[in-house]
């Protein structure tokens, strides 16, 4: 199962997206920083109407839909690659996921402390960013001093390792994730195999106010991050509105439905949150034909998550 942590700021929303996610109130959402300590763990089935047409095609009455682990973590502040606020934590976290959700605050709300002053959801993003990158500068420095003997004996594969390690160090320099480094497929494995925080796939979830998300696109912030990820951060983003997504927790779909549709909107953030980690269904056909099942799971090529197509 697709394990996908819900990280940013403290007070962006985080929390109350998780909530929104699980359809739970398990995660608390207070207007301080870490009210999470301990992380919140949530599965929640990815909606995928494209399973349903696999189906068909493969002759099946089984559809098994892909399913998501969530993880809501501690809010981040500068300084966490040090140690700093639940730093040390906050990474380990990040660290057991397969992909990030980064919850970007995208709204003005003077009742809502943010703990870095103004709102500036660019300088956020490259807040969080650079504590991974950091952390993993320091971790590829840790590993070439181990590789390097192993490499100056002959050991083909620690030749290959240091080499993809000393290409990583400037890289990481110039404050750039690993996840947009020029890389062969061989060495993409090996990226896998270094475990670096800055080498996950990330989602970027731009948290609106309420009345902003039927415009969402027009929201200045939005606009910022649309442009500032897909140069620097090859990602993609999904606005929504956490707030709005509380409210929908306790109605039924139908109700759902037509509370969007006052505001404007068709489909829920949420909705798009849940799926963007998971870009394709699969059918996995089995013989006899009676047992075929459609079975969808998370978009992957040589072990990696895919940005979903602009």
């Known amino acids: 199962m697709l394990k996908a942590g819900i990280v940013g700021l403290p007070n962006v929303g985080k929390s109350t997206l998780f909530n929104a996610l699980t359809r739970s109130r398990k995660a608390e959402a207070a207007n301080y920083p870490f009210c999470t300590i301990d992380p919140n763990v949530g599965v929640v089935i990815v909606p995928d109407e494209r399973a349903y047409v696999l189906k068909a095609i493969a002759k099946t009455n089984v559809v098994v839909p892909a399913a998501i682990e969530f993880v809501d973590i501690a809010g981040l502040v500068a300084g966490a690659s040090k140690g700093e606020g639940l730093g040390n934590q906050f990474l380990a976290n990040i660290r057991e996921t397969d992909a990030i959700v980064h919850v970007v605050r995208c709204f003005v709300d003077d009742d809502i402390i943010h703990t870095m002053g103004a709102v500036d959801p660019v300088r956020d993003i490259e807040v969080i960013s650079t504590e991974l990158v950091l952390a993993d500068l320091e971790s590829v420095e840790k590993r070439i001093s181990k590789t390097q003997k192993l490499a100056k004996s002959g050991d083909k594969d620690a030749q290959a390792e240091l080499a993809l390690l000393e290409r990583l160090v400037p890289h990481l320099n110039e404050n750039k994730p690993a996840n947009i480094l020029p890389a062969t497929d061989d060495e993409k494995k090996l990226l896998q195999f270094f475990q670096l925080l800055s080498a996950k796939p990330v989602i970027y979830a731009c948290?609106?106010?309420?009345?902003?998300?039927?415009?969402?696109?027009?929201?200045?912030?939005?606009?910022?991050?649309?442009?500032?990820?897909?140069?620097?951060?090859?990602?993609?983003?999904?606005?929504?509105?956490?707030?709005?997504?509380?409210?929908?927790?306790?109605?039924?779909?139908?109700?759902?439905?037509?509370?969007?549709?006052?505001?404007?909107?068709?489909?829920?953030?949420?909705?798009?949150?849940?799926?963007?980690?998971?870009?394709?269904?699969?059918?996995?056909?089995?013989?006899?034909?009676?047992?075929?099942?459609?079975?969808?799971?998370?978009?992957?090529?040589?072990?990696?998550?895919?940005?979903?197509?602009?």
Not at 225 to 254: G, N, T
Not at 276 to 297: D, F, H, I, L
């Open 207 to 310: 948290n609106v106010a309420e009345g902003d998300l039927a415009t969402a696109e027009e929201n200045p912030f939005v606009k910022k991050v649309a442009d500032f990820v897909k140069v620097h951060h090859d990602a993609a983003y999904v606005p929504i509105s956490a707030r709005i997504e509380s409210e929908l927790i306790d109605l039924s779909p139908e109700e759902a439905k037509e509370f969007l549709k006052d505001l404007g909107v068709t489909d829920s953030g949420v909705s798009c949150s849940s799926r963007a980690p998971m870009r394709s269904s699969a059918c996995r056909p089995t013989s006899p034909p009676e047992k075929r099942k459609c079975v969808a799971g998370p978009s992957r090529k040589d072990g990696r998550l895919r940005r979903p197509p602009a």
